[in-house]
């Protein structure tokens, strides 16, 4: 019995090696697969054939020949299946379809309107519509979710998402039970370093961390080559360290944590406040004199025009966030330190001083060579995020 589950489990990381090859370099031969990967043709050969037969490699031309017969290559046909990604955030549920290169080719999004179950009854009301109009249902590879908080992936369970009032959802097994496809769930800060492993072939990096700044705080954590998630899916809840004994009490108990100091909501409190001391910004002007209109858009447009209420209040905010990313470096000692989320993005010199303040502070023999850089997925990384859960444990691309 023994022999025969490793023989099967040989015959699967081949098929994943094949595969990943076909999708990264090809189109390629079967002879050149062989040679690289020091695989027997047979066995590239036949995972070669199966793959084609479920439609996710296809024949492609031939090849060049120093002499003899041309080869036959094969290439990736990202477009034989569809993935459904879901992103439920505090803010709004967004549903797309996509290919398994993560191009969306097709969604819908709306805000959160509820907390609690109430959601998860929305959320299956709108896959049920969006599904009825997706052409690929029959050859979907599965549904993707993506969710803030502590997320059990194996299980597919959301064990506590305090914003939405989740606690112990069992929405994997829901979303199967009533769609019948595959669901794969995952904490977004997971999915995102995910989708830079994946989408920006930084495997050479056995030891990553990734930092989220947004509508919260989070990190995402890769130890030797794996993500780290604790025992219940509840590591890097970066958000809820304390930087601050004596700080503002925080929803999760504790006193003085991180995102209460950086995270979008609290910048915009503080702008609220200021305005209504009587500091003059261009933020309100932007925002045609509401300040509830003001948003990380008119922030970021602030900062560019060199505002002193946007400056002064993201000079503090890259404070905070330094001192929270060396104690994360220091615990970690990661080979590259990766910096994302709404608002560090277009926010240069957020980076710039954060940058600058691991360099200087933290231990020297952790900082050299240690790369620290901005996420370069773009716009659509929390889709390519929910798409890389699921490649990742449905194919084993990369990882
Ligand atoms: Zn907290």
Redesign the pocket.
């Known amino acids: 019995m023994r022999r025969t589950g490793d023989l099967k489990l040989i015959q699967e990381l081949n098929r994943s090696i094949i595969l990943d090859e076909i999708r990264h370099h090809g189109p390629t031969s079967r002879t050149d697969i062989s040679k690289k990967h020091q695989l027997s043709p047979t066995t590239v050969s036949s995972a070669v054939h199966e793959l084609i037969q479920e439609g996710l490699v296809g024949e492609s031309g031939v090849g060049y020949s120093s002499g003899g017969r041309k080869p036959r290559l094969v290439q990736f046909l990202p477009d034989q299946q569809c993935i459904i990604g879901v992103s439920l955030k505090k803010s709004s549920i967004r549903i797309t379809e996509m290919n398994l290169e993560a191009t969306v080719k097709r969604e819908i999004s709306e805000p959160i309107r509820c907390i609690g179950q109430p959601i998860i009854e929305r959320l299956i009301a709108l896959l049920t519509n969006f599904l009825s109009q997706t052409s690929c249902v029959e050859n979907c590879a599965g549904i993707a979710v993506i969710v803030q908080g502590v997320v059990d992936a194996d299980e597919g369970i959301i064990r506590l998402n305090s914003k939405l009032n989740l606690v112990n959802v069992p929405i994997k097994k829901m979303l199967e039970e009533r769609f019948r496809m595959p669901v794969f769930v995952d904490n977004d800060t997971n999915a995102f370093i995910l989708a830079e492993k994946n989408f920006n072939s930084l495997d050479s990096y056995k030891n990553m961390v990734y930092v989220t700044v947004g509508d919260g705080v989070g990190a995402g954590i890769i130890v030797n080559g794996d993500i780290y998630r604790g025992r219940s899916g509840g590591s890097g809840?970066f958000?809820?360290?304390?930087i601050d004994l004596h700080g503002d009490s925080?929803?999760?108990?504790?006193?003085g944590?991180?995102?209460?100091y950086v995270s979008w909501p609290v910048i915009h409190t503080r702008i609220f406040s200021s305005l209504s001391r009587g500091t003059s910004s261009k933020m309100l002007d932007m925002a045609n004199g509401d300040v509830t209109k003001i948003s990380l858009v008119h922030y970021r447009q602030a900062l560019r025009e060199n505002d002193p209420l946007a400056v002064s209040i993201n000079d503090e905010v890259a404070q905070y966030l330094s001192v929270g990313l060396v104690n994360l470096v220091h615990l970690f000692n990661p080979e590259v330190v990766i910096l994302g989320g709404e608002l560090l993005i277009e926010n240069a010199s957020l980076f710039d001083q954060v940058a600058t303040h691991l360099e200087t502070q933290t231990l020297r023999t952790l900082a050299d060579g240690m790369d620290v850089r901005l996420t370069t997925l773009g716009k659509e990384f929390e889709m390519l995020g929910a798409a890389s859960v699921l490649l990742q444990e449905k194919f084993r691309f990369t990882l």
């Open positions: 809840e958000g809820h360290t304390s925080c929803e999760c108990g504790s006193r944590c991180l995102e209460n």
